[in-house]
C-alpha cells in the first residue's frame, strides 16, 4: 500500500487495484475510513470530525494529483497539509 502523505497522525494511503469510485484511505491508530477523491468526503468507515476536515482538505489541494494516481497507478509522495 503506497503512503501519499502523513499529517497530524493521518496516514494517506492508496492501495493498487482498489474497487472504484477512486478513493484514498485515511488511517490513524484508532480508525481507518476512504474518502471520494471526486469531493473529498468520507465515503465509508468512521473518522473524527477534526480529522475529517484535514483529510478533506487535503484532497482538494491534491485533487488532480490523486485522481493521476489513480489512473496510472504510478504513486507519489505529496506535501502534507500544516
Sequence with gaps: MPT???FYGI??????NDHNPPHVHAITQEHNATF???????SEG??????RKMVKEF?????KEL???WESK????LPPIE
Design 4 to 6: 501519499i502523505s502523513c
Design 36 to 42: 471520494l477523491i471526486s469531493t473529498g468526503e468520507l
Design 11 to 16: 496516514v494517506i494511503v492508496m492501495y493498487p
Design 74 to 77: 504510478e504513486y507519489v509522495k
Design 59 to 63: 484532497i482538494l489541494i491534491n485533487q
Design 67 to 69: 485522481e493521476d494516481m
Design 46 to 51: 468512521d473518522f473524527p470530525p477534526k480529522g
